[in-house]
């Protein structure tokens, strides 16, 4: 059976959406808005849950409804907590960085790629050499309305900005 560890905000309650969408043996770390840390206790973590149950795949979740991002985005009401200042100066980024390469369509998919997008970029370099099989890793927004999962823009669309002198 197919094996997937899926890292997801508690406020979207997606497990069990997840279970159901998803048939195979599902493994979560959760984070608010998945804005967890990459320090050493957490990556020996996420690399002990990899090995132990042999996960070939990694997806970062976040639904269009998520509180904590929606709220990096507007109305910053839980940026007073200490935890999520650097999170909320990262959404930040991202929703600038999503006004490079897109005119139109939705902006808020655009911002969640981005982010998602850094995130995975990060949980890369962290696993890097820990298997002889690689680790596909990936990015997932829901969207509740519709009831379903949309892969992230691609990072080749997620483009940066660059000032060259």
């Known amino acids: 059976?197919?094996?997937?560890?899926f890292l997801i905000c508690p406020t979207d309650c997606?497990?069990?959406?997840i279970n159901k969408t998803f048939k195979y043996e599902n493994y979560f770390y959760?984070?608010?808005g998945n804005s967890f840390i990459y320090d050493s206790?957490?990556?020996a973590y996420i690399k002990q849950i990899i090995k132990k149950h042999n996960i070939k795949e990694i997806y970062f979740v976040l639904s269009m409804d998520n509180k904590i991002v929606l709220?990096?985005?507007?109305?910053?009401?839980f940026s007073n907590i200490g935890a999520l200042h650097n999170f909320y100066n990262e959404i930040r980024i991202q929703k600038e960085r999503s006004k490079i390469s897109f005119q139109r369509g939705n902006r808020?998919?655009?911002?969640?790629?981005?982010?998602?997008?850094?995130?995975?970029?990060e949980l890369e370099l962290q696993l890097a050499n820990l298997s002889n099989q690689p680790i596909k890793i990936g990015g997932k927004i829901y969207n509740r309305d519709q009831g379903v999962f949309t892969t992230i823009y691609s990072d080749l669309v997620c483009l940066d900005k660059y000032h060259l002198n």
């Open 1 to 5: 059976m197919q094996k997937c560890f």
């Open 14 to 17: 997606l497990e069990h959406t």
């Open 30 to 32: 959760t984070s608010l």
């Open 41 to 43: 206790k957490t990556i």
């Open 71 to 77: 709220d990096a985005l507007g109305n910053d009401e």
């Open 108 to 121: 808020q998919f655009r911002v969640f790629s981005y982010y998602l997008n850094e995130k995975i970029k």
